[in-house]
């Protein structure tokens, strides 16, 4: 069984496994499941994203990727997330799934989540962008050393 099964989040040395060098900005897949899917490997115009067999894991091929996030709102497991590492010397800018209503503005202050849903800190809408299947990207300014952390967004009320 998959390790994650029995708490519904990735485990530690699941993310090491996924996780290319933390620079730069680069797609962060967090798909663990044999599923037959690949929307993420179709929507990457770098064919950055393989998959040995429909049913495999995609994998990322760091040398190609280059950030422009096309793979998050295609994914219907909202487990593809973009993270730019060096956005700036404190603050490191996470573009991930949303599919709340209504959506948060640029500038506006946010809750940061990590994957359990816990809220890490505050950050800040850097952009919104609605793809053409209604999902939402976020970019989200992070603290630096939340980046590997932050997962979702709440508005603050
Ligand atoms: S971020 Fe862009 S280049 Fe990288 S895997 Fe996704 S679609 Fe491809
Ligand atoms: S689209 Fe999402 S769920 Fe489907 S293979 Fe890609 S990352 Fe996994």
């Known amino acids: ?3 994650h099964r029995k708490t519904g989040v990735l485990t530690e040395s699941q993310l ?8 730069g900005k ?3 897949v967090e798909c663990v499941e044999d599923i037959p899917c690949d929307p993420c490997v179709t929507a990457c115009p770098s064919d950055a994203l393989v998959k040995d067999s429909l049913v495999g894991r995609p994998q990322l091929i760091v040398e190609k990727c280059g950030g422009c996030g096309a793979c998050i709102a ?3 497991g909202l487990a593809v997330f973009v993270v730019d590492f060096d956005y700036s010397q404190d603050k490191a800018l996470v573009m991930l799934p949303y599919e709340f209503i209504p ?3 640029k500038g506006e202050r946010v809750d940061l989540l990590d994957r359990e849903g816990t809220p890490c800190g505050k950050g800040e809408i850097e952009r919104v962008r609605v793809h053409k299947n209604k ?3 976020l970019s989200v300014l992070v603290p630096r050393d939340l980046a590997m952390k932050v997962r979702n967004v709440r508005r603050i009320q």
Not at 16 to 23: D, G, I
């Open 135 to 137: 999902t939402a990207v």
């Open 16 to 23: 090491k496994e996924m996780t290319p060098e933390l620079k």
């Open 1 to 3: 069984m998959n390790e």
């Open 26 to 28: 680069i797609a962060i």
């Open 103 to 105: 959506l948060p503005e």
């Open 74 to 76: 295609e994914c219907p």
